[in-house]
């Protein structure tokens, strides 16, 4: 079955920087775009970074310039290295994979499966 698997997650000073790996098996990788979503107790889930199964990237305007997604093929591995953090980053951070079909949807709801998150704290 489908896994993602996110890690690299944990305790940041502000201005520093984390870096979450997301492992994903029993999918065709390239054939899938891949994104991070966040979310912070009592605010729903909300797109942070995506990328596409040809490696066009895009941001929440709240990251952009922060943070930075990439992907490797050769290990089914989607990154997101989160440079200048702030407390308001805080949040449990997930991966998700949407199957490739008529273009980029940043949409929870357009995503086929997910992991289960890793905690980022932004201490001030």
């Known amino acids: 079955q489908v896994q993602l698997v996110e890690s690299g997650g944990g305790l940041g000073q502000a201005g520093g920087s984390l870096r979450l790996s997301c492992a994903a098996s029993?999918?065709?990788?390239?054939?899938?775009?891949m994104g991070w979503f966040r979310q912070a107790p009592g605010k729903e889930r909300e797109f942070v970074a995506g990328i596409s199964w040809s490696g066009g990237t895009y941001y929440a305007d709240s990251v952009k310039g922060r943070f930075t997604i990439s992907r490797d093929s050769a290990e089914n591995t989607v990154y997101l290295r989160m440079n200048s953090l702030q407390p308001e980053d805080t949040a449990v951070y997930h991966c998700?994979?949407?199957?490739?079909?008529?273009?980029?949807?940043?949409?929870?709801?357009?995503?086929?499966?997910w992991g289960q998150g890793t905690q980022v704290t932004v201490s001030s």
């Open positions: 029993g999918l065709t990788f390239s054939s899938y775009a």
């Open positions: 998700a994979a949407q199957l490739y079909g008529s273009g980029w949807d940043s949409r929870t709801d357009a995503f086929n499966y």
